[in-house]
């Protein structure tokens, strides 16, 4: 796309009523704390608030309530799956002596929230679902070793519940998938509730604003950008793949052809893992075609400058292949395949298999000239906000450093 062109697309869209009205829907009616701390979309974090939220023994006035609500709001968007309980009896059952745990071990994996009232004969576990997608057959094996420390006999009232922001199918049909705006109707509910303290109404706008903006965007505001999108895709997209233009104040802005900024993720949210980089010798990128032509970019012999969110630079290394369907990907020695790792629990991190090539993950292979632990990173901003850029030659004193901070010579 010529400069010309460029300018004029852009004003186009930058000037476009439907842009502004976007715009207006994004801004935060006040300094929010999720987004000062640039947590916006952290799993872990959203499911401790969540918890706090749901348990009836936390410092907080809301009770059973939002525990109650959500629960029902579950068990009504149910197909027929779940038997166990009905709306009615969740609705009067005395909830108040409920245990709240996170991250509960059932046998080799984690629950993200395990909710018991044994007394009531009670058992929900409910999967928290962000950016990540779901591993293989986790809702399933969460169903069936629930069993094993939360018996039938003890627990005969069960609710499985899959929280993701559009309601994605889960693996298991045992689990009900649930939208994340049921949690935000349940925060509108305890809002509107004259119990709630100064204090509580404040958290509770701070995360449901939060929610809105980063993970849940309201029906209207989610076909207002398909409806941008659909009307300037092209300049959108240029725009996005192009996020590694140069300074346009830098005297050079040439590229060597090889060097590459490349962020692998494995922070909050991102399914991906730093080990499983450094230890199988490979970078990762997918989920969408997008990701997949950006990791599409890197040729054999050019040079990956890799960088890891919330630490900093942790390696730099060679492509020596370029980038193939996870399905299809295999080590450096040419036999061994990523996806039987995998599926035999050696990954530690959760990636994408399926045979569709615009959503499964790429995996590029890279002999890594230095990598570090995330511990011992090169703690330097990355050069763009965006998973690739090119490193055009004015970054040179930026790579010098990190060149430098990793132990190698410039």
Known sequence: MEYDELLKASEKLLFSSEFKELEAALEFSEPNIWQILGISRKEILITQFLAWLLDPQSQHSFGSRFLRNLIIEAIKTDKGNQIDVSPVQILVMDLSDTEIKTEYELDKRRCDIVITAKSKGFLCIIENKIGARESKEQTNYYYEHSFQKFPIEEYPKRVYIYLSPDGTPPQSEQFISLPYQAVLNGIRELQIDRRVTETERF????????????????????????????????????????????????????????SWFFNVGDVGATPYSWDDCRKYSFICAGGAKRYRQLIQNFKHGNIIYAYS????????????????????????????????LHRAGELQGVYNSSYDNDICDWIVLVEWERSVEKSQAARMKPIVPSTASKIYDHRKPLVDQVRQNLGLEV
Request: proline share 6%.
């Open 309 to 340: 969110s919330g630490s900093g630079y942790v390696g730099i290394g060679i492509v020596i292949k370029p980038a193939t369907p996870f399905q299809e990907a295999t080590l450096i020695d040419g036999i061994t395949k990523l996806a039987d």
């Open 203 to 258: 958290l509770l706008r701070q995360f449901q604003e939060s929610l809105r903006r980063s993970v849940a965007m309201d029906q209207k505001t989610r076909d207002l950008a398909q409806e941008i999108y659909k009307a300037y895709g092209p300049i959108i997209d240029f725009i996005y793949e192009n996020t590694e233009a140069p300074d346009p104040n830098a005297t050079d802005v040439n590229w060597d052809g090889k």
